[in-house]
């Protein structure tokens, strides 16, 4: 009788362990998942208002997204999500997700923002796996060379589109021209898919304007 309720004893023990432990780990993990998602949307807006300044918007720019599809753009036939900055009513400029699928090591994932004129309001990676200390230089913290797109616009001379080995306005990297001249490229097309959907981008819709005219100025 007392090996049974040993026995017994050590398998509630064990059972309530186990309970336990994995009560444990879920909570664990949904606390995780939390933080990586609030970490996630801090970076996110941090790139977004690095490209459009608060300063210049009456609206939150994350609340402000909306779905679009363009495999140009993104490489996928799936609805990738832009963002719409405001004043009072006015959008002044978007801001969409673009992939250059050419970089030297793969995919390099970009934001580009797009003035409502058509001028680039700023570029951002991402991320890439481009060669460090020669196709890194395509991130702000390498180097100041993504700002060379503030305020350019494809349509003012097309010829000039391209990195400078190509006969462009931009510079390219000592022993890396690949990295750059995707770039380039990419942003290029943003600025066609723009020209082409300038109406609807800059259209608010019902919902979106009323949620506007209820921010407060940042």
């Known amino acids: 009788m007392q090996l049974l309720t040993s026995l017994r004893n050590s398998s509630l023990a064990l059972t309530l362990f186990a309970v336990v432990t994995a009560a444990l780990i879920a909570v664990t993990q949904v606390t995780t998942e939390q933080r990586i998602a609030n970490n996630e949307r801090e970076q996110q807006a941090r790139a977004l208002y690095e490209i459009i300044p608060k300063q210049r918007v009456s609206n ?48 390099i994932n970009l934001i580009v923002g797009i003035n409502a004129d058509g001028s680039v309001a700023g570029v951002r990676v991402l991320g890439h796996q481009e060669t460090p200390g020669l196709g890194d230089k395509i991130e702000l913290k390498k180097s100041d060379w993504i700002l060379s797109f503030n305020g350019t616009r494809k349509a003012d001379n097309p010829n000039a589109w391209g990195v400078i080995k190509d006969g462009g306005q931009f510079d390219q990297f000592t022993g890396a021209t690949i990295t750059p001249r995707a770039v380039v490229k990419a942003v290029g097309y943003v600025q066609d898919y723009f020209a082409y959907n300038r109406a609807s981008l800059l259209e608010l819709a019902d919902t979106e304007h009323r949620d506007a005219t209820r921010q407060e100025p940042n």
């Open 60 to 107: 939150d720019l994350l609340s402000s997204g909306f779905e679009f599809v363009s495999y140009e753009l993104t490489g996928s036939a799936e609805p990738a999500t832009g963002y719409r900055a405001l004043q009072g009513d006015d959008v002044i400029a978007v801001i969409l997700p673009a992939v250059a699928p050419d970089g030297y090591n793969g995919r």
